[in-house]
Structures are given as structure tokens and as C-alpha cells.
């Protein structure tokens, strides 16, 4: 176990820049998710890290000991004591889970019980170990396979989308299950994925890149609630972006008056999760209801929740997400309010 420290890595490509000066610092025993669109340059840092390529610039460290960069001979990926969890395919089909978990200790270790505590660890039963994996599903091979990495104690382990081929259910309980064996463990972990859902829900830090730049990276629901930029806002989730216009703590928009996280003035943009958005329905008392008019134009219904997209009477078009248990119908017209702080961001160039 170690902590990982990133300082100002570039890598290119030809005339694309992967990735571009990103540093990013992962405490020993936490686990960060690196969060971007496709072609955002996340594999591309994942395999920076475990030495299957090279910096052009910046440094990469495990703990004090640099691994990368720094006029260094840079350490081979054999010898980094990286673990790396692949999208699928990971395991050998021709060898049983115990072959294929002790695969990477030492013939000293192989015969102890390292198998059962991986298998224990990861939440699968005992007798799995003569199984083959073509004899395990897809979110059981995957648990194997963090298994296998975990074995020989490794500095830091990367995994690079793991569970994307998993459908929503296992894709849940598979990556719960690591996440609590990493934790178990106390193993540094980085994750990449494109799936907000994920990023947030199992990271200590959240890493967001675009266009092979770090452009933020804070606590889940730092990230998600104060987003460095609207891009940001909309990539971690759905987002309600308004003008407005504000002054101190306070700003006015086309939901009313708001109240904002930090102070500032002039114009801006407002950034309102749908959660935020309260729609009251006034049906048992009209006239009584409290903030701006507007009609429904569309409810999608979930089940546990549902989104509701409202016109509101000067056109503007806003979205509520709100309890599926009681909820309005199409063309009914509803009064929306903002409930907690709202983030506001000046326009770019301005101080
Ligand atoms: N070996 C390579 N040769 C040339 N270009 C590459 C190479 N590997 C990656 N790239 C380019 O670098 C950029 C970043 O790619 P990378 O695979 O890191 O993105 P990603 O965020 O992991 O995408 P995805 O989520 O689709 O896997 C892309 O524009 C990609 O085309």
C-alpha cells in the first residue's frame, strides 16, 4: 500500500494531447474514481500509472518513491507492484479460480492460505476455487479477478472500467463488493469509469477530466454540488442552468429569488440540481400555492422517483425531479420554488 502522487503528467499522442498536465494526489488507503467522457484521456493516465507508458513530462510517485518522470529511469510495470482490473477478459480460461487468483504471488506463497482469505475477501464462498470461470458469471469473474490483483499486496490498484460490461443490478452489488474489499483491505485504488452513478457513489475523491485535463477533483458531493465549471455541473448529473442576476448572497432568475452559496454580483449563471426544484401542486388549495407558475409538459416516471419538465408562463423550460409517490400529470399546473443553496458562476474573464 502506498499513497500515488501525479505532479503535471503530459502524454501525447502525435498532435493529441492524452493528457494534458494533470496532477492529482491519492491518499494511501483511499480510493479515487477518475470520471470523463470517452476519449477524455482516463486509460490513458491508468496506463501511465502502471508504467505501460511513459510521461513525456511530470513525474508519478508511489509514496516517496518516484516511478516516472523526474530524469528517473522509470521503474518497469513488473516491479511497480500495481494491480490492474481490466474491463473484461481478465482471467485465464484454462486455469481454476485458486491458479487463477495466486497467479501473480511467489511460489513461496502459492501454498498458503492467500486463495481463501482473496476469495473470503471478495465475498465469494470457498468451495469456487476449483471452478473455472467460464462456470462463474460475469460479476463473479470480476471479483476473481480484483481477487487475483489484491494477492500479492499491491502498492496501488488501478481498474479501468470493470464493471461496464455488467448489467445495472450485479453492475451495483459487484462493485459494492470491491469497493468493501479494497476498504478491507486498506488498498489504494483508482478507478476510471464514465458512469456518474459509480464515480460518486463509491469514491472518496472524485477526479473529473475533459479533454485530457483534470478540471476538478474534490469529494463526491463537493463535485456534485459546487462543480467547477456548468460543464462540470451537467457532466456529474442533471442541471438546471439559468441566468440571473446577483447581488451578495442572493440572486434572481427565472425560478425567483435564490440564495447562493458564496457571495458575488452582477450576471451569472445558475446552476440548480432538478432536486432542487420543489414543485408544489396547489390541487387541494388554489391560490394558496407559493412561487413561479407553469404548466407540465412531460413526467417520466421511475418508480422510486420521477423527472418532471416544466414550462414555466415566461417560457423558460425547467426540470424537477421529485418523489414518485405523489406527483403531477401533464398539462397540470404546478408553482415551482428553489429549495437550498444554488452554486452561481460569473461569465469566463470575469474576476
Ligand atoms: N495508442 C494510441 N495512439 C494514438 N492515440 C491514442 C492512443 N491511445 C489513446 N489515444 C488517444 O488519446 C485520447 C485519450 O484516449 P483514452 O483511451 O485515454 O480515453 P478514455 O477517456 O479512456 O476513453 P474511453 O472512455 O472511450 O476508453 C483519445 O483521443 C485517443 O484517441
Known amino acids: 500500500m502506498s499513497s500515488l502522487t501525479i505532479t503535471g503528467v503530459t502524454k501525447r499522442f502525435g498532435a493529441t494531447v492524452a493528457v494534458d498536465d494533470v496532477s492529482l494526489h491519492v491518499p494511501n488507503g483511499s480510493f479515487t474514481t477518475v470520471l470523463g467522457p470517452s476519449g477524455c484521456g482516463k486509460t490513458t493516465l491508468l496506463r501511465l500509472i502502471a508504467g505501460f507508458l511513459l510521461p513525456e513530462s511530470g513525474t ?3 509514496g516517496d518513491t518516484v516511478v516516472a518522470g523526474d530524469g528517473v529511469r522509470p521503474m518497469p510495470p513488473q516491479t511497480r507492484r500495481v494491480g490492474y482490473v481490466p474491463q473484461e477478459g481478465a482471467l485465464f480460461p484454462h486455469l481454476d479460480v485458486a491458479a487463477n487468483i495466486a497467479f501473480g504471488l511467489d511460489k513461496g506463497a502459492r501454498g498458503s492460505d492467500r ?9 465469494l464462498p470457498a468451495d469456487f476455487r476449483s471452478r473455472r470461470p467460464d462456470e462463474l458469471s460475469g460479476g463473479q469473474q470480476q471479483r476473481v479477478a480484483l481477487a487475483r490483483s489484491l494477492a500479492p499486496k499491491p502498492a496501488v490498484v488501478l481498474l479501468d472500467e470493470p464493471f461496464s460490461s455488467l448489467d445495472a443490478s450485479l453492475r451495483d452489488s459487484t462493485s459494492r463488493a470491491v469497493r468493501r474489499a479494497l476498504e478491507a483491505s486498506n488498498t489504494t485504488g483508482v478507478l476510471v469509469t464514465h458512469d456518474q452513478n459509480e464515480a460518486l457513489s463509491l469514491a472518496d475523491e472524485v477526479a473529473v477530466m475533459r479533454g485530457g485535463r483534470l478540471v476538478q477533483s474534490a469529494a463526491p458531493s463537493e463535485v456534485y454540488l459546487s462543480p467547477s465549471d456548468p460543464q462540470v455541473a451537467e457532466f456529474v448529473g442533471r442541471a438546471v442552468v439559468l441566468p440571473g442576476t446577483a447581488s451578495e448572497a442572493r440572486a434572481t432568475c427565472a425560478l425567483g429569488e435564490v440564495v447562493l452559496t458564496e457571495p458575488t454580483e452582477g450576471e451569472v449563471s445558475l446552476m440548480i440540481r432538478p432536486e432542487q426544484v420543489f414543485v408544489d401542486l396547489a390541487r387541494d388549495e388554489p391560490g394558496k400555492a407559493v412561487g413561479v407558475r ?4 412531460e413526467v417520466s416516471y421511475y418508480g422510486h422517483d420521477c423527472a418532471v419538465q416544466v414550462r414555466l408562463d415566461d ?4 426540470l424537477s425531479r421529485m418523489s414518485g409517490v405523489r406527483h403531477p400529470a401533464a398539462g397540470d399546473t404546478v408553482h415551482l420554488r428553489v429549495t437550498g443553496l444554488v452554486r452561481a458562476y460569473r461569465p469566463a474573464g470575469t474576476p
Open 60 to 62: 508519478i510517485a508511489f
Open 115 to 123: 486463495v481463501a482469505e482473496m476469495l473470503d475477501l471478495v465475498e
Open 294 to 297: 407553469g404548466t407540465v409538459e
Open 315 to 318: 417560457g423558460t423550460s425547467v
